[in-house]
């Protein structure tokens, strides 16, 4: 599975930003999703995470009415709609896939079970 995210850049304290993230090379609908982010000097973090059909999302708590996750399964894509953004929600936001996950969302918020990542967008709140 290829992930390619993009949508990343500079927004003021506030702002809004939407991600994307196109994946290939499996059926799109067999992937669940999620959204990872890692500040310079910090772990990876989870962040927000999608069933394959949409039905169910997982939020962090961080994320919890700011973020929205969806996912367009015709196009292949998931995206992660960002408002309020503040400065703490800087860094590079990396999107996770998972083929044929019969787990529940809540127990996929560490980085261990996602096999296939994407290279990552950088998000640079400035206050």
């Known amino acids: 599975v290829q992930l390619q995210a993009s949508g990343g850049g500079l927004v003021q304290t506030g702002g809004s930003l939407t991600l994307s993230c196109e994946a290939s090379g499996r059926v799109f609908a067999d992937l669940t999703m999620a959204w990872f982010r890692q500040a310079p000097g910090k772990e990876r973090e989870f962040v927000a995470a999608?069933?394959?059909?949409?039905?169910?999302?997982q939020l962090a708590d961080s994320a919890r009415g700011r973020f929205t996750i969806s996912r367009d399964n015709a196009r292949d894509t998931v995206t992660l709609q960002m408002t309020s953004l503040k400065a703490e929600d800087t860094g590079v936001y990396l999107c996770?896939?998972?083929?044929?996950?019969?787990?529940?969302?809540?127990?996929?918020?560490?980085?261990?079970?996602?096999?296939?990542w994407g290279q990552g967008t950088l998000v640079t709140v400035s206050s």
């Open positions: 999608i069933s394959r059909r949409g039905g169910s999302t």
């Open positions: 996770a896939a998972r083929w044929r996950s019969s787990q529940a969302l809540s127990e996929l918020t560490t980085s261990r079970p996602w096999s296939y």
